[in-house]
Antibody, heavy 125, light 110 residues
Framework: EVQLVESGGGLVQPGGSLRLSCAAS????????MHWVRQAPGKGLVWVSR????????SYADSVKGRFTISRDNAKNTLYLQMNSLRAEDTAVYYC??????????????????WGQGTLVTVSS | QSVLTQPPSVSEAPRQRVTISCSGS????????VNWYQQLPGKAPKLLIY???LLPSGVSDRFSGSKSGTSASLAISGLQSEDEADYYC???????????FGGGTKLTVL
């Protein structure tokens, strides 16, 4: 059974740092791209970042670029999100999600097939 | 302001059919697949539809998706109380080089 379990959330002051973890099990973690998606209280889903299967390629939403760093440890089956210079607007539940490809006729499309339960990050003084 | 536009809420009676729209542009829906996610109250999102109209294993065939041009739709037939949830569309955006979501639609079964 595929499982994604986030941890590391909590209360942090503006300007502070936090590192989130996402422990994966039930599948070959090193074969999949992974993402972080966040959801501010009462708001919609917002994509944050993604990393490819071996960690050599990453991308970020403009809102977090230069402040957040996504990484992974395939030996530990764990995805990370290092968050620095945190702002009040970063307050949200952070979900990790697995990226899957569906390929047909020579082209592939992608989607998030499994999500973790989320971890709450609150940025406040 | 979300890149993809959804109605904030829809409502319909049990056993009826409802549709949720998702409007985008040529850089996202117009050129890439649309996926739909269901988020039950207090829960994580769950994949509902992928590649515009495909159902993952285990998802009820009461759910269906479609796409035309730069818009997509999710239809739910035979509404049940357990369908009350927030529904989100998503697509890759070639211009932003990232995933974009709709603002979400809250479905109320009357």
């Amino acid at each position: 059974e595929v499982q994604l379990v986030e941890s590391g959330g909590g209360l942090v002051q503006p300007g502070g740092s936090l590192r989130l973890s996402c422990a994966a099990s039930g599948f070959t973690f090193s074969s999949y791209w992974m993402h972080w998606v966040r959801q501010a209280p009462g708001k919609g889903l917002v994509w944050v970042s993604r990393i490819n299967s071996d960690g050599s390629s990453t991308s970020y939403a403009d809102s977090v670029k230069g402040r957040f760093t996504i990484s992974r440890d395939n030996a530990k089956n764990t995805l990370y999100l290092q968050m620095n210079s945190l702002r009040a607007e970063d307050t949200a539940v952070y979900y990790c999600a697995r990226d899957v490809a569906y390929c047909s006729g020579g082209s592939c499309v992608y989607y998030f097939d499994y999500w973790g339960q989320g971890t709450l990050v609150t940025v406040s003084s | 302001q979300s890149v993809l536009t959804q109605p904030p809420s829809v409502s319909e009676a049990p056993r009826q059919r409802v549709t949720i729209s998702c409007s985008g542009s040529s850089s996202n829906i117009g050129n890439n697949a649309v996926n739909w996610y269901q988020q039950l109250p207090g829960k994580a999102p769950k994949l509902l539809i992928y590649y515009d109209d495909l159902l993952p294993s285990g998802v009820s065939d009461r759910f269906s998706g479609s796409k035309s041009g730069t818009s997509a739709s999710l239809a739910i037939s035979g509404l049940q109380s357990e369908d009350e949830a927030d529904y989100y569309c998503a697509a890759w955006d070639d211009r932003l080089n990232g995933w974009v979501f709709g603002g979400g639609t809250k479905l109320t079964v009357l």
